[in-house]
């Protein structure tokens, strides 16, 4: 149950996978996803996937300035439930964040029951070509809960950053819910997600307002063919609407996982 992040926090995907960001700037889904493909190794399993998407969207704020982003990252599963990965993606960041962001996580995912998974983690957001050399970087566990609801599938998850340099010497609370509903004999996937953030990555505060509480949410669906997925979604937060920023976007990716 893992993906490259971006999953807890990132819509990079319009699948819905909200996750990744920095201070100041931002996603994640949750970095755990189901992976179907990769390369196994006994109780090794080695994943791989890459992504071009029109607005890379972190929990409803876009960190690539409204333009595309090329994305991709790598896991590495082991058959105990325990994991490690990292994924990059291209950003606009100017001098403080620079055109790359980089997170490295690991974790450990299983089953409670044959309807309840769980997913605990923590998550470390590098920006490795700043220029102004911040303190940009922070680090963020996550935990979530799993349910498979027939036809649908819903996710609960809970993200917080300890007060630390890079957050203005502040904690961020990030609680979101997703869901994913099946359309019967086709290879399309309707999803939904709502975010509320309590910290210094709320969107309204990242606009410009003293507000350091705000929601964001996505609808959108999904269609997949063998290792390709391709997915549109309509993305939106709370607070002031800035162009390339904290818009209201619709935003499309296709993906691709080995």
């Known amino acids: 149950m893992l993906t490259s992040f971006r999953g807890l926090m990132a819509v990079s995907l319009a699948s819905v996978s909200l996750i990744s960001a920095a201070p100041v700037m931002a996603q994640v889904s949750n970095p755990a996803e189901e992976v179907e493909d990769g390369v196994n190794a006994g109780p090794v399993t080695v994943s791989a996937n890459v992504a071009l998407t029109t607005d890379y969207r972190f929990r409803g704020v876009s960190l690539s300035g409204g333009d595309p982003a090329i994305q991709g990252g790598i896991d590495v599963a082991h058959d105990s439930g325990f994991y490690v990965g990292t994924w990059a993606s291209s950003i606009d960041g100017g001098p403080a964040y620079g055109e790359l962001e980089v997170d490295i996580y690991a974790g450990y995912s299983g089953q409670i029951s044959d309807a309840v998974s769980f997913d605990v983690g923590v998550l470390y957001y590098l920006y490795p070509t700043e220029d102004l050399g911040l303190d940009t970087d922070y680090w963020e566990p996550y935990a979530s809960l799993g349910f498979n609801l027939g036809p649908a599938e819903a996710t609960v998850g809970v993200a917080w950053a300890p007060s630390q340099d890079s957050l203005g010497n502040d904690d961020n609370l990030y609680v979101y819910t997703d869901l994913g509903v099946g359309v019967p004999t086709t290879p399309i996937t309707l999803t939904g997600h709502l975010g509320y953030t309590d910290g210094p990555l709320a969107p309204p505060l990242l606009a410009g307002t003293a507000d350091d509480t705000g929601l964001d949410w996505a609808i959108g669906a999904t269609a997949s063919a063998g290792m ?23 935003v499309g990716t296709i993906s691709a996982s080995f």
């Open 228 to 250: 390709f997925e391709v997915g549109v979604s309509y993305v939106g937060v709370e607070g002031p609407s800035i162009d390339g920023f904290t818009d209201d976007a619709i």
